[in-house]
């Protein structure tokens, strides 16, 4: 609670040290805008390419010479288990709107826009919450905006080649009868592989999300290792709606989630530690 009293009382850029409420939305608009101008910057360079990005980026998964394929061939063989290597499939694509394949390149140039610029995203919204900082809050940060982009590109990077080449093979291959001819709209491809991308790289943020929320006093390492059961499930039960229905694949999603959990863990128990260490010196001090 100690940074909030700061961040609506103390800001380190004013002479003064003080800040008003108004003066708080000013520089937070500042900060907005210029992320917004770094996405809009980052999404204009891909807007100059899009035709090559959507057809050997978007659509690598929905390829069967995709690179991620070959590496789950190659897996298989030194495993020896054959389920690893993916069925051959065809997918047909469609637009039914006029403007459509038009608003599918802004689209696909402010996502990828919003991903190549979140380091600076993540910064401006660092520098906005700095100067609320005590000096030792400060020190205990550092990396911040390092660590969460590298885990917020790790979460694209998993999605995009691990789920999705699963998730766009088990779907394009089922067919409720033979009658039905998967014909897939573009927006409904888009949506689904920019959904995916988008929110792994968010849950891929649980380790710094868990560090700040155990700072804050909200969470504790006894709470996550006494509900530690519950979110094996949890993550068993996500792991298996995201893959095809068999053991491996959904092993292959869900130890890196579990893992991620368990890293979660870790930060907070050495959070917690860090902090008793403090008070004690502290405590120490004032006698």
């Known amino acids: 609670m100690s940074i909030l009293k700061n961040f609506l009382n103390n800001r380190g850029d004013d002479p003064k040290g003080e800040m008003g409420f108004l003066d708080h939305i000013d520089e937070l608009r500042i900060h907005i805008i210029r992320s917004a101008i770094a996405v809009v910057v980052c999404a204009v360079l891909v807007f100059i390419k899009v035709e090559w990005i959507f057809d050997n980026i978007i659509l690598g998964p929905a390829k069967n010479d ?108 089922y067919k409720l009868s033979p009658q039905f001819e998967n014909i897939i709209t573009i927006d409904n ?53 995201i893959t095809p229905p068999d053991m491996f694949s959904c092993l292959l999603v869900f130890v890196p989630l579990y893992i991620l959990f368990e890293v979660s863990v870790y930060i907070s128990g050495r959070a917690v530690k860090a902090q008793r260490i403090k008070d004690a010196l502290k405590a120490k001090e004032n006698q």
């Open 66 to 173: 995709f690179i991620a394929y070959r590496w789950f061939c190659a897996l298989g063989r030194l495993l020896h288990y054959d389920g690893f290597c993916l069925n051959a499939f065809h997918l047909k694509f469609q637009n039914t709107t006029l403007s459509g394949q038009f608003m599918m390149s802004m689209s696909v140039s402010m996502m990828l826009g919003f991903i190549l610029a979140f380091p600076y995203v993540l910064w401006q919204l660092w520098k906005f919450i700095k100067p609320a900082l005590r000096p030792s809050e400060v020190k205990m940060a550092n990396g911040l905006v390092f660590w969460c982009s590298l885990l917020f590109f790790c979460g694209v990077a998993f999605s995009y080649f691990i789920i999705a080449p699963y998730t766009i093979n088990f779907f394009s291959n």
């Open 189 to 241: 491809y888009y949506d689904t592989m920019s959904d995916m991308m988008i929110a792994l790289g968010v849950v891929f943020e649980m380790p710094m999300l868990v560090y700040f929320l155990t700072r804050i006093g909200i969470l504790t390492p006894e709470f996550l290792r006494a509900k530690r059961r519950y979110a094996f499930v949890i993550l068993f039960i996500l792991a298996e709606l």
